[in-house]
């Protein structure tokens, strides 16, 4: 499977300029690619006002969204700033090529930036199923907590879309690294590049590692958009091969 994930500024708390942002990147990705990943919170940036660029899940964002995979018939996947009820989520969506969406929740939220104060966390891990890949995506803080990304059995694909700030950008390329080696699994992490509101540089450092911990995609710090081609067979023929996966420990995973 081909998937293009794109590496980009954001600009702060404009759901519209974003979206036609992505919208030229994506209009020029090769034809074959079948997935596209955006950062988290790719219409704003990581904020903590919700309540200015919350969408429902019937808002133009998501409308866009299937528009576009329909139109050029890939997947396309990125978090934002979703209002159900009295609650705000931090929510990454798979919009299918058929227009369908599924979601995920984020789950751990940055307190050191009083994410927990503004949003509702997520309680469920998620496995989304296309073209006969089973993807699992999470957001950004997520990656600190292996516990929760631990392969079950369940996984060929763990995605991670984030707004990672320069000054904690080692913990990114060395955690990314051994989420890849520990559930051996390809491992996608796309980060945003630029400055926010809030005087945080990100550096971008999106990557593509593979079950082994080799980079298809090296970190950079670019405006650019990367497009690699995995082997889900070759993955579990290595998987096979070396059994570590089979003397895993076993765990309850409890609040």
């Not at 890849?180 to 945003?192: F, L, P």
Request: aromatic share 14%.
């Amino acid at each position: 499977m081909q998937i293009s994930i794109i590496q980009a500024p954001l600009f702060w708390e404009n759901p519209e300029v974003n979206r036609n942002y992505f919208a030229a990147k994506i209009q020029n990705i090769p034809e074959e690619t079948l997935l596209v990943v955006l950062p988290e919170m790719f219409t704003s940036g990581f904020t903590m006002n919700p309540h200015e660029v919350a969408e429902a899940m019937d808002g133009p964002t998501i409308a866009w969204m299937k528009e576009t995979a329909q139109a050029r018939n890939m997947a396309i996947m990125g978090s934002m700033v979703v209002r159900e009820k009295e609650n705000y989520y931090n929510r990454l969506l798979f919009v299918f090529p058929t227009g369908e969406v599924e979601y995920y929740d984020k789950r751990h939220l940055f307190s050191l930036a009083g994410e927990h104060k503004v949003y509702t966390k997520g309680n469920e891990k998620k496995i989304i199923n296309y073209l006969g890949w089973r993807i699992c995506p999470f957001v950004c803080y997520d990656l600190r907590f292996p516990v929760f990304s631990r392969f079950n059995d369940d996984y060929d694909l763990l995605i991670y879309v984030a707004n990672w700030p320069q000054a904690r950008i080692q913990a990114w390329d060395t955690l990314l690294k051994a989420r890849a080696i520990e559930n051996m699994t390809y491992v996608i992490g796309v980060n945003r590049i630029g400055d926010d509101e809030n005087d945080n540089n990100y550096p971008g450092h999106s990557q593509i590692i593979d079950y082994l911990g080799n980079y298809m995609v090296e970190p950079s710090e670019k405006e650019m958009v990367f497009s690699v081609r995995l082997d889900k067979e070759l993955m579990l023929a290595n998987r096979n091969k070396f059994g570590f996966l089979g003397d895993r420990d076993g765990f309850t995973l409890t609040e």
